[in-house]
């Protein structure tokens, strides 16, 4: 076990990948490696953070270390601080300046639901934003940064940004490293398999309760301050983000979905529902965003032997707002094109 009295300057969590991929293992043991050799820093390799269950010894080890971590993973940075978050890891989100430039590849597919926003993946309003959870249960005032391991196919972009959040920029020589309970380097070898599960993004979330209206599957619950969670998160149909698509606030993750919208990426505004490019070009129009969740739990609910749905009362009036919303310049551009017959 790490002691909680650790002396470090902060902890560096390696997420291993799901996969077997050789060059992926060999990154990860690189920046594991290099880490190891920082003065004063500790190294905590784990199994995949999405698979782990609550109980597991990697998370009862990450919540043993006090103050500031390091956290590289193969899920984008903003799915791993709150999976890190449902399981009791908690902090601010700590700053990441490795690939910290726009993501031209943010926009690749269509399907999530829309806001139009005010800069914080809530819907804009003439008054005051909206509350989100954080504003009345805000998390401990250290710091988490979480790094993309995608970012990257070498390790030294990572040691560098490491180097950086721990305070090791420059020549590092003659710094005596500080002793560690445990030891500098643990590994820890817990049995995973592949999970499928929502995480809530709560710095967004308004506690609205949408997700567990539209949810027919036990999913999500409440706790005792009547805020929203994950309650059953294995109840959750394999394949299925439906509930990320009708969410108002952008703020429910599915960190292994395909769409980086979906999957967790630092996304704005109107970037947040990815619009389909192949729409511009004369390909059939997709449904949007409520009648692909409409659609989507309508499969799952079958394949359980349950009956169909469809577009109930709750979707109707979400579909009905965003109709009423401003439309964005993305939205005025299509229409621009359409106009043209292409």
Known sequence: MISAAHLATCTVVVSK?????????????????ACAEMPGVNVVVVPHLYDLPRDSESYRQLAAIEGDLV???????RAAHWVLDRNGIRGQTGAVLLGDEDDDESDEEAGVSRSDVSGDGGEATSGEAPERVTDWDPRPERRIHCIDLKLAAKPEPFVEEIRRIAGLEGDADGVESLPIIGGKLVQIDDDTSRRWYPVIDFDRCTNCMECVDFCLFGVYGVDGAESILVEQPDNCRKGCPACSR?????????PQHKAPAIAGAEVEGGEGFKIDLSQL??????????????RERDEQLLLAGRDAVGIDDQLRRRQTDLASRPKDRLDSLIDSLDDFDL
């Open 71 to 77: 956290v590289v993973s193969w899920i984008y940075g």
């Open 246 to 254: 009708v969410c108002p606030e952008n703020a429910i993750i599915f």
């Open 17 to 33: 990948g799901q996969s077997r991929n050789p060059e992926k293992r060999q990154l990860e043991q690189a920046i594991t490696d």
């Open 281 to 294: 070009f004369g390909a059939p129009k997709e449904d949007d965003p409520i009648a692909t969740a409409a």
